[in-house]
């Protein structure tokens, strides 16, 4: 079995506004072994479909969606904020747990028939996740799964999300500092 880098995920409260414990991915990134498996692991569940695109979330998505798209032999999609792709672009407006934001994605970024893997770092409320659910059917594309890092359950972001097949690489129980309650994930 392999490794449970729960241990590599840091806990910053507070960031990026008071009340909130945000969750720093970076040393798991600097962890050669820990990252490639953290990548082959997210992609096994979806390796028999066939999977067109991965539509990743800026920023922290980009840098599990990339590698996963080579992984999968699928094209990378960027979803960005508001105002930061050069193109033509479609918005979905959601709520986080600290605010109010949009996101973009080029309006020719997908096709009717694409079947689309989308990635992030961590499903928390679930409001970006389902904003880019959006984007992508608005576009007539296929959601054939979502793909996160960690999952924090205890916000209930799944449960916004509807019936589509969610893989999570680590599941954090509670919403606190310390590491009790995470739960690693292998297929």
């Keep these: 079995m392999p490794e449970d880098y729960s241990r590599l995920i840091r806990t910053i409260p ?19 072994e820990a990252y490639q498996d953290a990548i082959r692991n997210l992609c096994s569940p979806f390796e ?13 998505g980009y840098l599990l969606g990339a590698p996963m ?12 904020k508001e105002g930061k792709l050069p193109f033509d ?37 679930g409001g970006t996740l389902k ?8 576009l007539g594309a296929t959601v054939v799964g979502i ?9 209930g972001g799944r449960s916004q999300l509807g019936e589509y097949q969610i893989f999570s690489h680590l599941t954090m129980r509670s919403c606190s500092s310390t590491a009790r309650g995470v739960k690693f994930r292998y297929s």
Aim: glycine fraction near 4%.
């Design 14 to 32: 507070d960031f990026p506004e008071p009340g909130i414990m945000f969750r720093d991915i970076t040393p798991l990134l600097q962890d050669a």
């Design 69 to 80: 798209s080579m992984e999968l032999n699928a094209g990378f999609v960027p979803v960005r």
């Design 147 to 155: 793909a996160v890092l960690i999952e924090l359950e205890a916000l």
């Design 131 to 138: 904003a880019t659910i959006a984007l992508v059917e608005q």
């Design 48 to 60: 028999a479909q066939e999977i067109d695109q991965i539509v990743a979330i800026e920023a922290r």
């Design 89 to 125: 672009t479609i918005k979905a407006k959601y709520t986080l747990e600290y605010g109010h934001t949009a996101i973009e994605m080029h309006k020719d970024a997908l096709i009717n028939q694409d079947k689309v893997l989308i990635v992030d770092d961590v499903l928390a409320t």
